[in-house]
Nanobody
Framework: QVQLVESGGGLVQPGGSLRLSCATSGFTFSIYRMNWYRQAPEKGRELVAGISSGGLITNYADSVKGRFTISRNNSKNTVYLQMSNLKPEDTAVYYC????????????WGHGTQVIVSS
C-alpha cells in the first residue's frame, strides 16, 4: 500500500535548522510531483514547497524563500525539506504530499511531523 512517512521534526530555537525527510513506498515515486505543506494551529493547510518529478523545477511560498530548500532522491524514493533560519511562525505540522495529474489523478498524504520553533 501507499505510504509516506515524514521524520525529522522537533523543537528548535529561532534561527536554527531542521531537515525533514519523507520516505515513500507503494507508488512510482519518480513520476510524482512532491510537495511539502504545513498547518499551524487554527490555520488552513499551506503549500510550503514543491518539486517536479525529475527534480529540476522547484517552487516555494514567499514566506520561506531563501530559507527552505526542497530536494528529492528518486533512487531512495525520498523527498527532503531543509529548513534554515527558522522563525516562530514556522511552527506547524509539516505534511508530505505526492501528486500525479492526468486522466486519472492521484494524491497521497503523509501523517505529518511536528515542528516547533521556540526559545
Amino acid at each position: 500500500q501507499v505510504q509516506l512517512v515524514e521524520s525529522g521534526g522537533g523543537l528548535v530555537q529561532p534561527g536554527g535548522s531542521l531537515r525533514l525527510s519523507c520516505a515513500t513506498s507503494g507508488f512510482t515515486f519518480s513520476i510524482y510531483r512532491m510537495n511539502w505543506y504545513r498547518q499551524a494551529p487554527e490555520k488552513g493547510r499551506e503549500l510550503v514547497a514543491g518539486i517536479s518529478s525529475g527534480g529540476l523545477i522547484t517552487n516555494y511560498a514567499d514566506s520561506v524563500k531563501g530559507r527552505f530548500t526542497i530536494s528529492r532522491n528518486n533512487s531512495k524514493n525520498t523527498v527532503y525539506l531543509q529548513m534554515s533560519n527558522l522563525k516562530p511562525e514556522d511552527t506547524a505540522v509539516y505534511y508530505c504530499n505526492a501528486v500525479r495529474l492526468g486522466a486519472t489523478s492521484y494524491n497521497y498524504w503523509g501523517h505529518g511531523t511536528q515542528v516547533i520553533v521556540s526559545s
